[in-house]
């Protein structure tokens, strides 16, 4: 079979739906030197996220030693000065394919020193980057940049880091446009924004999943569940002052998470879904039945209804998500 | 021709709940009324600022008295601190007038917290973190408030700045 004829097979196949991006990428990745190149390269990544991650732990160690002896200039110079090198760094080596992640390794060090940078910046301008207004277009700003150069390099990195400053720009601008608002001032608002981008996160995984970007399906699974459960459970409250309507909906919730790890063969959305079915179980029996029943009984109670939910964790892990 | 780019709706429905979280917030804040459905507030309320040096302000049968001062009790006023002044604010419009001590001794006052329909008054909140998910309680702004309705107060407080942390509520007017 020539190479023609194969590409025309896949074209036909992929029109007819019967094959999937992600199925032709594993193909691909198969023949080109299978699992031993894909670790090499894993590797070398991570090896430069983390080399990423000490250089910024010493610039941040180098600014605080010398910070009283530098002037606002200078204040300004080594903070946003070293993040915008950085990402001009990261630009220019995304462009060489050969250099591996070496360019978004940069940008990391960017994303991590921009935002101190602009902050400096603002504050030695007079202004007061601790306010609502200032962080929504810091962090505004930061989410085009990183959006910018996403759609330049299409790493999965950037995307990472244009959602994390697009998550940041939300509650700033949540919080600007409540102000000073005391409606807006409960602990409630804060769990119904987190409520909010944990389902967007969800969402957002589910949309990733058959794309080049389904790595990110994983990370984005795991703090939008966390976020999404951990918000409704707190939204249920404790006695005398508990939401009934919350505390009715979360095993719903749970459930529904739990049947959406094995349909989508998610291990993170089981994890999350059964640690969160344990939390309400020991939450409820707390809240419930501890003053009736005591608190021995209750604990005994609830140790059964733990092993209950690893077992049926393990049997779900087993029978749906065991390759 | 070039081909259609296909829409993810997925993905425009995971990029926009945040957004349209944004949206409710704004109608929320922006047209409390059609979100909490409570009626508008009808009884306005007297309220002073500055420092009273050493008078009593306070309400007795619904009715203001000032109790005089022992001269040994009565401590100078700080800097740039205003004597006490009264205001009727308006609830309707929203503005405060300033009145002396004889018009407003002339007033029937409720000095409960809540006024007879349901309204309170309540300090704003200010967010003191960088990350703005912690905040604590604004003494310089204050709302009017009633189940989901807020409406921010806008109080004449005088000339001096510290004067907004030291309005003190006397009274809803009781017709």
């Not at chain 1, 193909?27 to 590797?43: D, P, S």
């Not at chain 1, 700003?141 to 990183?146: E, H, Q, S």
């Not at chain 1, 404790?238 to 979360?250: A, G, M």
């Not at chain 2, 047209?31 to 009808?42: Q, T």
């Amino acid at each position: 079979m020539d190479k023609q004829s194969v590409l025309e097979s896949v074209s036909t196949l992929v029109a007819a739906g019967e094959l999937s991006e992600a199925e032709l990428m594993a193909a691909y990745r198969g023949g080109a030197g299978g699992e031993v190149a894909e670790r090499q390269t894993r590797y070398s990544t991570v090896l430069y996220f983390i080399g990423g991650g000490v250089v910024v732990i010493g610039i941040v160690a180098l600014i605080a030693q010398i910070w009283n002896d530098l002037g606002s200039v200078m204040h300004v110079v080594v903070t946003l000065g070293s993040g915008l090198a950085a990402f001009t760094v990261g630009v220019l080596l995304s462009r060489r394919q050969t250099l591996g992640a070496a360019g978004p390794a940069f940008f990391l060090i960017a994303a991590l020193v921009l935002p101190l940078g602009l902050a400096v910046t603002l504050d030695e301008a007079g202004f007061q980057p601790e306010h609502f207004a200032w962080q929504s277009l810091i962090s505004l700003v930061l989410m085009g940049a990183f959006t910018a150069v996403y759609q330049l390099f299409r790493s999965n990195s950037l995307l990472l880091y244009a959602i994390g400053f697009a998550t940041w720009a939300f509650f700033a601008i949540t919080g600007w446009i409540a102000g000073p608002n005391p409606s807006f001032a409960e602990f409630e608002f804060i769990e119904y924004r987190v409520l909010a981008v944990g389902l967007s996160f969800l969402v957002l995984a589910f949309a990733f999943a058959d794309t080049p970007r389904r790595e990110l399906s994983g990370i984005l699974y795991g703090f939008g569940s966390m976020a999404f459960l951990g918000a409704a459970l707190a939204l249920g409250g404790w006695k005398p002052s508990q939401n009934v309507f919350w505390e009715l909906v979360f095993p719903g919730l749970v459930f529904a998470v739990l049947y959406a790890s094995v349909h989508l063969k998610s291990r993170v959305l089981l994890t999350a879904g059964s640690g969160f079915l344990a939390a309400y179980l020991l939450k409820i029996t707390g809240e419930y039945f501890s003053d009736s029943l005591g608190w021995p009984l209750a604990l005994v109670i609830s140790g059964m209804m733990l092993m209950g939910v690893g077992y049926l964790t393990l049997r779900l892990k087993r029978r749906y998500l065991s390759e | 021709m070039k081909p259609k780019k296909k829409i993810d709706v997925t993905l425009l429905i995971g990029l926009g709940i945040p957004v349209v979280m944004i949206v409710l917030i704004a109608a929320a804040i922006y047209l409390p009324r059609l979100v909490a459905n409570v009626e508008e507030p009808k009884y306005d309320f007297l309220y002073t600022v500055g420092y009273a040096q050493g008078y009593r302000c306070f309400v007795e049968d619904g009715r203001l008295r000032l109790e005089e001062p022992e001269s040994e009790c009565v401590a100078p006023g700080l800097p740039g601190m205003e004597e006490l002044q009264f205001f009727i604010h308006r609830v309707k419009e929203n503005t405060s007038e300033r009145v002396n001590f004889e018009a407003a001794s002339d007033l029937h006052l409720d000095n409960t917290a809540l006024s007879p329909d349901g309204f309170e008054i309540a300090y704003g909140r200010r967010s003191e973190f960088f990350f703005p998910m912690f905040s604590s309680r604004d003494y310089r702004t204050r709302y009017l408030r009633k189940d989901g309705f807020t409406e921010k107060l806008e109080l004449e407080v005088g000339e001096s700045f510290q004067n907004a942390y030291n309005v003190t509520f006397l009274g809803w007017i009781e017709e």
